[in-house]
């Protein structure tokens, strides 16, 4: 399957991406483009801390450059109404290094 197939089954969906520099982004996936550029609508950071619950830090519509997408998947939003964000401890991922 190539990544625009796999995308574009994504379209209109929540969506989880990790970026390069271990950032979490959630939203709406709106559209792509041939080098995996990504528009998120509705979108927003989860922001790990080992001593405070999970911060979300709202952005709104959202477009992610292509080189700086590490993992992208789609979100399983019954599980994740579950949990309970303020209760996570975790430490912040650290950046892809080369």
């Known amino acids: 399957m190539t990544a625009a197939a796999a995308l574009d089954g994504m379209l209109s969906k929540v969506v989880t991406i990790i970026t390069c520099d271990g950032r979490n982004l959630v939203g709406n996936l709106r559209g ?17 801390s080992p001593v405070a619950g999970v911060e979300q830090v709202v952005l709104g519509l959202y477009i992610i450059r292509g080189d700086n997408i ?6 399983d939003q019954e599980v994740d109404s579950g949990v309970d964000l303020s209760s ?6 650290k950046a892809v290094t080369h």
Request: with cysteine; charged share 30%.
């Open 70 to 75: 590490a993992i992208i998947g789609e979100l």
């Open 32 to 48: 792509f483009d041939q080098t995996t550029n990504l528009i998120l609508d509705e979108c927003h950071e989860r922001v790990f």
């Open 88 to 93: 996570v401890r975790a430490e912040p991922l």
